[in-house]
């Protein structure tokens, strides 16, 4: 099942359904705080880096066996929209259920009209906007050459003119980055003229790419968050209370392999068969509980009881 992934507890839409649309880690930007790890393949260039029948049979098998999913979500090892068949894939998604679509996307390519279309059955859009000045969209994303703040911006507003679903805005804020008052005074008016459902603030709490990538304290958190207004939340930790993961036991798993030995998210997902997306909620979680705990060696993150 290299293609999907989950259901695994997500912060902002309960139980997810991953569905990755291109291979590890094809993607436009290569951000400094992504939890997955630095871009190896950094590009605009949509094409069908996964087959969309491929992805869509063992979507339909996972669906015939799982029955506690609230979102199938397009997003897994990269920039999902980088796949050229993301609106076929959409489209026949709902013809196979009623479950509805997320997809989490970076918006760097909704300058394309081509994708504005694909991304219109969508039940819900969650675009990123981490800065807008040039500068700093440099300095968190490191984009591709040929991306610029300026063209994203027209595209996310673009596209929120003609989309009828949801769009919920995450802007993810590390700290002496994007968290100056000139920057978020310069995102307070771009998101304006977005006109999202909702703004979500985030900061990584999981292991970042760049180690220098760090956190916003919870008091400067609830500062902007009040800044942007009644729209704007901070996404709070996923409380799996009541709920069970696809895999069953899989916390178990990962809790066993572990108490062997320190490893790293590969270790677990290479060990235990798990997407590394599902190891990274799964490990996310278990450090919530004080079951596990992080500790860097010679550069690599190493997970231990």
Known sequence: MS????????????????VDLVPFKVCSLDCIYCQIGKTTCKTVERKEYVSCEKILAELEKVLKSSKNIDYITLSGSGEPTLNSKTGEI??????ITSIPVAVITNATLLSDDMLKKDLL??????????????????KANRPCASLKAEETIKGL?????????KIWLEIMLVKGIN????????LKSVV????????QLNTPVRPPSEEWAKTLSASKLAKIKDFFGDKCEIIATFNKKGHKAYLKNVEDEILTLISRRPVTSDDISSSLGLH????IKYVGELERQKKISLKIYQ??????R
């Open 276 to 279: 590394i997306n599902e190891v």
């Open 121 to 138: 059955p969508a039940d819900l859009v969650m675009p990123s906007l981490d800065g807008v000045t040039q500068a700093v969209f440099e």
């Open 90 to 95: 959409i489209r026949r998604i709902k013809e």
């Open 157 to 165: 507003i673009d596209f929120s003119k003609v989309y009828k679903g």
């Open 192 to 199: 304006k003229q977005i006109k999202p459902d909702k703004i």
């Open 179 to 186: 968290d100056t008052e000139a920057e978020l005074n310069a």
């Open 3 to 18: 293609c999907i992934f989950g259901p695994v507890p997500s912060r902002r839409l309960g139980f997810s359904l991953g």
């Open 299 to 304: 550069g690599k993150r190493y997970f231990q």
